[in-house]
């Protein structure tokens, strides 16, 4: 059986990024190529992590600190246009 699969190296261990079949202990051949990163799409990034924190009460109440904060300094800003 022959099939290729993607994975990441973690120093000496790849993680594969599926289940292959293969049981527990079982030897196998593996054969490493490089794949580049400009491989990816522009914008993978984004949607590989959508909806990560989307029910995270924590983070939910950073963002709106954060938000209350950007407005104030919003109205701080001073007006470089008047004389």
Do not use: C, N
Not at 4 to 27: S, Y
Not at 58 to 72: H, L, S
């Amino acid at each position: 059986m022959s099939i290729t699969v993607h994975g990441v190296m973690h120093g000496r261990t790849i993680e594969i990024d599926e289940d292959v079949g293969v049981a527990e202990g079982q030897k196998v051949e593996v054969q490493v190529k490089i794949v580049s990163m400009s491989a990816r799409k522009p914008g993978e990034g984004f949607f590989r992590t959508e909806g990560a924190l989307a029910d995270d009460v924590e983070w939910d109440g950073i963002m709106e600190e954060i938000y209350k904060a950007r407005k104030v300094e919003w109205r701080q800003v001073p007006d470089l246009e008047a004389p």
